[in-house]
Antibody, heavy 118, light 107 residues
Framework: EVQLVESGGGVVQPGGSLRLSCAASGFTVSSNYMNWVRQAPGKGLEWVSVIYSDGDTYYADSVKGRFTISRDNSKSTLYLQMNSLRPEDTAVYYCARRWPSNWYFDLWGRGTLVTVSS | DIQMTQSPSSVSASVGDRVTITCRAS??????LAWYQQKPGKAPKLLIYTASSLQSGVPSRFSGSRSGTDFSLTISSLQPEDFATYYCQQANSFPLTFGGGTKVEIK
């Protein structure tokens, strides 16, 4: 079955760190453009980061310099390392696969909740 | 950044009603627009891409259209399973941006 399953969310204090994981099955992570998209409680969707099939990475300005996207091809897993966390980073974090040739998201995980609070 | 403005923010409708949601881009994005459906506690689901193309498996009561920088999602005859929040997303340039969402509620 083609699916994405996120894990690693939790409660962290401001300034802390957390690493999210997204396990993929049914397709090859390294051959796709994989993304993180977040949704603050009761709010809309915000694109966070992408890793291209060639390994290039891009970030939203709101997380640049604090978050790092990566992948482990052998484990077919996507990661998001989040450092210097702020209360405004509180959100459900989804991993999402880009449509093969356009910037739409055709496969999403169920999300993992990150809460930044003292 | 390209701003996507959705309206209305919520709409109350009955089963069988025709519902139209609009999304306006702050600058030209050609037809690089998608619509997603999200139900509570679930991930978004791609419904429409490139403004008017129906994703595989999505019922034909959903349709999309474009007029300049204005985009519309229409549900021709609302079904019980369609009560959800709908988001537009521009795919023209980075950063990719979403509209604020439209909640379709039961009247």
């Amino acid at each position: 079955e083609v699916q994405l399953v996120e894990s690693g969310g939790g409660v962290v204090q401001p300034g802390g760190s957390l690493r999210l994981s997204c396990a993929a099955s049914g397709f090859t992570v390294s051959s796709n453009y994989m993304n993180w998209v977040r949704q603050a409680p009761g709010k809309g969707l915000e694109w966070v980061s992408v890793i291209y099939s060639d390994g290039d990475t891009y970030y939203a300005d709101s997380v640049k310099g604090r978050f790092t996207i990566s992948r482990d091809n052998s484990k077919s897993t996507l990661y998001l390392q989040m450092n210097s966390l702020r209360p405004e980073d509180t959100a459900v974090y989804y991993c999402a696969r880009r449509w093969p040739s356009n910037w739409y998201f055709d496969l999403w995980g169920r999300g993992t909740l990150v809460t930044v609070s003292s | 950044d390209i701003q996507m403005t959705q309206s209305p923010s919520s709409v109350s409708a009955s089963v069988g009603d025709r519902v139209t949601i609009t999304c306006r881009a702050s600058q030209g994005i050609s037809s690089w627009l998608a619509w997603y459906q999200q139900k509570p506690g679930k991930a978004p689901k791609l419904l429409i891409y490139t403004a008017s193309s129906l994703q595989s498996g999505v019922p034909s009561r959903f349709s999309g259209s474009r007029s300049g920088t204005d985009f519309s999602l229409t549900i021709s005859s609302l079904q019980p399973e369609d009560f959800a929040t709908y988001y537009c997303q521009q795919a023209n340039s980075f950063p990719l941006t979403f509209g604020g969402g439209t909640k379709v509620e039961i009247k």
